[in-house]
């Protein structure tokens, strides 16, 4: 084909394999820079919403125990998990019973009821844990020399989650509420006669 005198010569030219390697080594390095940032806000959302959970868990528990002379729901049987349903049923201390955000989807909040001997005699507990299974999705806690919650799905079962040893650590998210005279409890690796740890760790 013969060019006229006006016609242009495009110059088409593609990128070279070199500078193809430099934008993927740009990319990759924008991708590990991002993506750890993305997943450490990911969980910390899902910490805050747990511990928001379960404050909003601990009014109900509270005002349960206003309603019935100190004494927390009681274990029972039910078709729900964790037997919550004292706290929507027959009065809703609450309208829902959220959902843990670190479990599969149909796993509520767990909490353990707690009595001395002479309270569990009359069926009344004095006392409660509600706890998460925190971000290693594992959670164990043991009461009165063995007795355990399971299951433990966690490689740190016995650690208190602490944001300061990472976003990733191991450990449940925890809150006591009641009376703990009288109740031995194990956490952490110490037994606890009569006093509760800080709740959330803190």
């Not at 990911?42 to 928001?52: I, T």
């Not at 063995?146 to 449940?172: A, E, L, M, V």
């Not at 998210?173 to 740890?197: A, H, K, M, Q």
């Amino acid at each position: 084909m013969k060019l006229r005198s006006g016609d242009r010569i495009q110059n088409k030219r593609a990128m070279t394999l070199i500078e193809l390697l430099v934008v993927a080594a740009i990319l990759g390095i924008l991708v590990a820079v991002a993506l750890p940032n993305f997943l450490n806000a990911s969980l910390r959302a899902k910490v805050s919403r747990a511990r928001s959970d379960i404050r909003s868990l601990a009014f109900a528990e509270e005002t349960y125990a206003l309603d019935n002379d100190g004494g927390y729901p009681p274990d029972g049987y039910s078709s729900r998990p964790n037997h919550l349903y004292w706290l929507t049923s027959p009065v809703p201390y609450m309208a829902s019973i959220p959902l843990d955000p670190f479990l599969p989807r149909d796993w509520e909040y767990t909490r353990l009821y707690l009595s001395d001997s002479a309270s569990f005699q009359r069926r009344k507990y004095q006392a409660y844990v509600l706890f998460s299974a925190g971000p290693d999705q594992g959670f164990v806690i043991v009461y009165r020399s063995g007795w355990s919650i399971s299951p433990c799905f966690g490689k740190q079962p016995y650690i208190t989650y602490d944001p300061t040893n990472g976003t990733r650590s191991g450990g449940d998210i925890y809150w006591y509420g009641g009376n703990p005279s009288g109740i031995p409890l194990w956490v952490d690796g110490e037994t606890l006669e009569g006093r509760f740890p800080p709740n959330f760790g803190g």
